[in-house]
């Protein structure tokens, strides 16, 4: 069975992108529901800087549509500051603020670790041992929040899922076969990040999905991928459609107002 292609954006909420892609007059509580009805999915980031309340996670899964996805980038508490060391209690306090009430629409968390943070082969292993494989076994690691986070969490799952992890490196060191075995034998994605020649390219099938990010080819986060270009992007994706595994892929090139029509005109050619 062929995979599923899920085209998004990074994130929703820029101010540039009022009147361009959002409407004149959109209400910016409702600009999540717009988006989600011209693309298939969205790279929550939010969670990456803070954690969310559980009503926010319940008011973003129900704006969006059936069927839609959800990737959720996970803290940067656990990726910048404790740079993957002694996470599990963060990872407790994020699984149990409210991320799993997303049910169906949950995707791929996502881990970005940080330039100029070197490759550390046991702190990789404990970390990725840590990442709960399903919706059950997170519910399990989430009970153990810390005391802090009372009143504030979200202790229930609909029913027991698959769950699916990215990480995307940003220094060359990572580029590692230890750190590829590690990912591969933990059915974790190594993400495939185009950031215009700054950080690592990494083209490595480590998980039954792939995980791109495209953050721009010329200039980090501001050009955008002309035809050519996208047409390149597609002739790639679609040989792991075929093999059966499903493709997520995000466009970060959000400062020029590129990334929801690049995401647009890669999912059409994908269809």
């Not at 629409?105 to 940080?114: D, E, T, V």
């Not at 997170?138 to 969490?153: F, I, K, Q, W």
């Not at 493709?247 to 690049?262: E, G, L, Q, T």
Request: glycine residues 8%; hydrophobic residues 45%.
């Amino acid at each position: 069975m062929p995979g599923a292609a899920r085209i998004g954006i990074s994130g929703w909420t820029y101010a540039p992108w009022r009147g361009v892609f959002y409407p004149a007059g959109l209400r910016h509580a409702d600009e999540l529901a717009y988006a989600a009805t011209r693309l298939s999915s969205i790279e929550l980031n939010g969670s990456f800087y803070s954690l969310q309340r559980p009503a926010s996670w319940e008011r973003w899964r129900d704006a969006t549509p059936e069927g839609f996805v959800l990737a959720v980038k996970g803290p940067r508490y656990v990726t910048h500051l404790l740079r993957l060391r002694g996470a599990r209690s963060a990872l407790a306090n994020f699984f149990a603020s409210g991320v799993l009430t997303l049910g169906p629409k949950l995707g791929p968390l996502l881990w970005q670790l940080p330039p100029r943070f070197a490759f550390d082969a046991e702190a990789f292993e404990a970390f990725c041992a840590h990442l709960p494989q399903s919706t059950a076994s997170a519910l399990e690691l989430a009970r153990g929040h810390e005391e802090r986070m009372t009143g504030r969490v979200a202790l229930r799952i609909d029913e027991d899922r698959p769950l699916r992890h990215a990480i995307e490196v940003r220094d060359p060191s990572w580029d590692d076969p230890l750190m590829l075995d590690t990912l591969r034998r933990h059915g974790i994605a190594c993400v495939l990040a185009d950031t215009a020649g700054r950080y690592p390219v990494l083209d490595e099938h480590t998980a039954a999905f792939r995980y791109l990010r495209l953050h721009g080819d010329e200039e980090l986060y501001t050009s955008g991928y002309d035809p050519p270009a996208l047409d390149g992007w597609a002739e790639r994706i679609r040989p792991w459609l075929a093999a059966g595994q499903d493709v997520y892929a995000y466009f970060d090139n959000d400062v020029k107002v590129r990334a929801p029509f690049d995401a647009m005109a890669l999912a059409a050619r994908l269809r």
